[in-house]
């Protein structure tokens, strides 16, 4: 089965900015459409970005279209968000996760296979 693992997570301060990546094992990297989530203490899970199979269609959650950028790279099996300056509306646990029918997906419950979460934090 597929393992997906998530790096890169932290405190961030004002300012700053952060990579998250996500490591995939498993599977065939280049066939699966990859997204990221979040979830916040007390929240529901949240949408934040996906990107599809090989990289040229990309789709953002509105709170983080102009902030964030997701991109990918084949030939590692890797997956990256690139946070700038993230403030503190965007602290949460953000996962990673693959999904393996669908060119680009949006909704968690398309995915099927979902990393252990790292960790955000971000102070103003």
């Known amino acids: 089965q597929g393992h997906l693992i998530e790096s890169g997570g932290g405190l961030v301060q004002a300012g700053a900015s952060l990579r998250l990546s996500c490591a995939a094992s498993?599977?065939?990297?280049?066939?699966?459409?990859m997204g990221w989530f979040r979830q916040a203490p007390g929240k529901e899970r949240e949408f934040v970005a996906t990107?599809?199979?090989?990289?040229?269609?990309?789709h953002y959650a509105d709170s983080v279209k102009g902030r964030f950028t997701i991109s990918r790279d084949n030939a590692k099996n890797t997956v990256y968000l690139q946070m700038m300056s993230p403030q503190p509306e965007d602290t949460a646990v953000y996962y990673c996760?693959?999904?393996?029918?669908?060119?680009?997906?949006?909704?968690?419950?398309?995915?099927?296979?979902w990393g252990q979460g790292t960790q955000v934090t971000a102070s103003s």
């Open positions: 990107i599809g199979w090989r990289g040229a269609t990309t």
């Open positions: 498993g599977l065939t990297f280049r066939s699966y459409c």
């Open positions: 996760a693959a999904a393996g029918k669908y060119i680009i997906a949006r909704r968690a419950d398309e995915y099927d296979y």
